[in-house]
């Protein structure tokens, strides 16, 4: 079993991926987007590094680690558990 200090770091670091989707997919947008102007699209850029440092908020900070153990290596996906459990 994990440690409970794990399983609630993974719970915590999905709800904040989910509650910052949104925000972080239009900053991303706008940084790309060419229409805008170049202060616009730097001015995106710090908002979305703010973002990053305040709230560890990528979804890259999930790792597909095993729902029983919290383990971040060898996971079947669909399954969503290592193959030792």
Do not use: Y
Not at 25 to 39: F, G, H, I, V
Not at 40 to 65: D, H, N, V
């Amino acid at each position: 079993m994990a440690k409970k200090s794990a399983i609630n770091r993974d719970q915590k670091r999905r709800k904040l991926v989910a509650k910052f989707a949104n925000k972080r997919a239009k900053l991303k947008a706008a940084t790309k987007d060419q229409s805008l102007s170049m202060e616009e699209r730097f001015q995106a850029q710090l908002k979305l590094a703010t973002i990053a440092a305040r709230f560890p908020a990528a979804a890259r900070l999930i790792t597909g680690s095993c729902a029983c153990r919290v383990s971040p290596f060898v996971t079947l996906r669909r399954a969503g558990r290592s193959p030792a459990w």
